[in-house]
């Protein structure tokens, strides 16, 4: 079960093809082969990556 790195939620909603949004904490999520990619979104509706605030190992999948 996939879960949010940020906060541990599991309470996400999908969005799109492998694209998903945390409702806990606000935060989009893209699931890559292995990984998890994190986005915040900006005011502006643009997305900032927010993968630098996480390990590497917090955001593998499994
Ligand atoms: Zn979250």
Not at 23 to 39: D, M, P, R, Y
Not at 45 to 56: H, M, Q
């Amino acid at each position: 079960m996939m879960k949010c790195p940020n906060c541990q939620s599991k309470d996400l909603g999908k969005i799109g093809v492998n694209q998903y949004y945390c409702w806990n904490c606000f935060i989009e999520l893209s699931v890559g082969a292995k990984t998890i990619h994190t986005h915040q979104v900006e005011e502006d509706g643009s997305l900032s990556s927010l993968d630098d605030l996480f390990d590497e190992q917090a955001r593998q999948l499994g």
